[in-house]
C-alpha cells in the first residue's frame, strides 16, 4: 500500500510541475506561439490517431456469423451431448444388471 501512496504522491508533484512549467511557457515565455502550436497538433494528431486505429480495427475484422449459424451449432451440440448422455445412461444400466 505504501508503494501506490509514493506513485500517487510522485504522480501529484510531477504533474503540478509539468501544469506550473506550461502555464509558464505559454504566458511568460517568448516561445508561446511555439508552444501553443505544438499543444494543438499534438491534441489533433492523438484524437485523429485515435480515430484512424478505430477505422482500421473496425476495416480489418471479419464480420461476426450471423446468429442463426451460432443457434444451428448450439442445436447440433446439444443434440450430440444428448446422443452421448443417453448412450452412457444405457450403458450404466446395462451393466448394472449384470454385476
Same mark, same amino acid.
Do not use: N
Given at each position: 500500500?505504501?508503494? &501506490?501512496?509514493?506513485?500517487?504522491? @510522485?504522480? *501529484?508533484?510531477?504533474? /503540478? %510541475?509539468?501544469?506550473? +512549467?506550461? !502555464?509558464? $511557457?505559454?504566458?511568460?515565455? &517568448?516561445?508561446?506561439?511555439?508552444? @501553443?502550436? *505544438?499543444?494543438?497538433? /499534438? %491534441?489533433?494528431?492523438? +484524437?485523429? !490517431?485515435? $480515430?484512424?486505429?478505430?477505422?482500421?480495427?473496425?476495416?480489418?475484422?471479419?464480420?461476426?456469423?450471423?446468429?442463426?449459424?451460432?443457434?444451428?451449432?448450439?442445436?447440433?451440440?446439444?443434440?450430440?451431448?444428448?446422443?452421448?448422455?443417453?448412450?452412457?445412461?444405457?450403458?450404466?444400466?446395462?451393466?448394472?444388471?449384470?454385476?
Amino acid at each position: 500500500m505504501s508503494r &501506490d501512496r509514493l506513485v500517487g504522491g @510522485l504522480l *501529484l508533484v510531477v504533474s /503540478i %510541475a509539468i501544469i506550473v +512549467v506550461y !502555464g509558464w $511557457l505559454v504566458f511568460a515565455s &517568448d516561445y508561446y506561439l511555439l508552444i @501553443l502550436k *505544438l499543444t494543438g497538433f /499534438i %491534441a489533433v494528431a492523438g +484524437v485523429f !490517431g485515435i $480515430l484512424a486505429w478505430i477505422g482500421y480495427t473496425l476495416a480489418t475484422t471479419p464480420p461476426p456469423k450471423p446468429i442463426e449459424e451460432i443457434e444451428k451449432e448450439i442445436e447440433e451440440e446439444l443434440k450430440k451431448l444428448e446422443s452421448e448422455t443417453k448412450e452412457s445412461q444405457q450403458i450404466g444400466t446395462g451393466e448394472s444388471k449384470t454385476s
